[in-house]
Structure formats: structure tokens, C-alpha cells
């Protein structure tokens, strides 16, 4: 048995420990505690790159994107589609996000990132632990989604901290309301998961 710990790196960014090392949409506001294995980007909306990030953080990685996205960024890696399965252990699944030419979501051992996506695919397995947008006109989706899939948390992300969490904090409150188990986290924070 494995225990998985991630960590919420600001904007969409996260970490994942687990049988590799995962970063997923590299543009964090807290750097990663080391170099990635696996680098993992859902589209090609620039909040969710950092170059400079990518070169000390993910350069070295198996870097996986749709292929809009790696041209966009000018990146040399694995185009992907929703179907795929990465290194045998990530899922990719479809995504539907705003203003986007394709992207994915992504789904490793329990841990669903949703990307910018409103609407969440079943991954086909126990969602453990789902990073979503907390968009404040999307709180209604959200809802129905997260009652659909049944996470056992949800951890609302897609901002800067620096800038507040005042979206992140409605959106909780309204799960709250609706009896769905959420936490806001703080840019650096982790959680662990028992696989």
C-alpha cells in the first residue's frame, strides 16, 4: 500500500508524491519541492504554464499536453486525448473548458484535477480527492457535478493567494450548505491519502 500525498501549489498547480512524481499545470506561486517525473498540463491557457517554472521544475520530465497546447508553449512532449492512460498509472480524461482549443483532465490513484472544467468525467474509480475551479458564476454546475460523482473532498483552486481566496471560500460555503465535504488550502499545504 501506498500513501499519496499532494500538495496545492497556487493557480492550478499541483503536486502529487506517489509512485512518481507528479506536477500538474506548472504555474505555481509555491515552487515544487523537487523536479518532476511527470508533467501533466490540461490546455493551453497561459495561467496554467510558468517557462520559467517549467525549466527549473518539469525540463527534465515526460511531458504530457494536448497538442495545442504543446505548440502554443512551443514544447517538445506527448500530445495527449481523453482515453489515454499515461506510464500506466494517469488517466486522461475529456474535459470541457472556456475558450480552450482541447483540454483534458487528469486522474492519478484517487486524485481528480480538473483543469478549468465545470463538467467532471467519471473517471471510473473512487474520486478521493477533486481540485476544482471555484468560478463564482459555475457554483451551480459544480454542485450537481460533485453530488454526481460523490468525491470524498473537493479542494477548490484556480486562483493566486496572493490575490485572496474570497471565490475559493464561497464555493465552500456552498458545499457546506449542500452537505459536500470540502477544504480551502493554503498555497504549500498537502494532504495525504491512503491508497
Known amino acids: 500500500m501506498i500513501t499519496i500525498r499532494v ?3 497556487g493557480n492550478a498547480s499541483i503536486e502529487i508524491f506517489g509512485d512518481k512524481h507528479i506536477l500538474i499545470d506548472l ?5 515544487p519541492e523537487k523536479e518532476a517525473d511527470i508533467l ?3 490546455h493551453e491557457h497561459e495561467d496554467h ?3 520559467d517554472a517549467f525549466n527549473e521544475f ?3 520530465a515526460n511531458l504530457y499536453a494536448p497538442r495545442s497546447t504543446l505548440e502554443k508553449f512551443d514544447l517538445e512532449g506527448n500530445p495527449v486525448n481523453p482515453g489515454d492512460e499515461l506510464e500506466g498509472i494517469v488517466k486522461v480524461l475529456e474535459s470541457d473548458c472556456w475558450k480552450s482549443e482541447e483540454s483534458v483532465s487528469y486522474f492519478y490513484r484517487g ?14 474509480d473512487r474520486v478521493r480527492l477533486l481540485f476544482s475551479a471555484c468560478f463564482p458564476d459555475n ?4 454542485v450537481e457535478e460533485f453530488k454526481r460523482l460523490e468525491p470524498e473532498l473537493v479542494i477548490p483552486f484556480h486562483y493566486d493567494p496572493r490575490e485572496g481566496d474570497r471565490d475559493a471560500k464561497g464555493l465552500k460555503q456552498r458545499l457546506d450548505e449542500e452537505n459536500i465535504r470540502s477544504k480551502v488550502m493554503e498555497a504549500g499545504e498537502s494532504l495525504e491519502i491512503p491508497d
Open 27 to 31: 504555474n505555481p506561486v509555491v515552487d
Open 111 to 124: 486524485v481528480l484535477h480538473s483543469g478549468d472544467s465545470a463538467s467532471f468525467p467519471d473517471p471510473g
Open 7 to 9: 500538495r496545492w501549489l
Open 139 to 142: 457554483y451551480d454546475d459544480y
Open 40 to 42: 501533466l498540463l490540461t
Open 58 to 60: 518539469g525540463a527534465d
Open 49 to 51: 504554464f510558468d517557462s
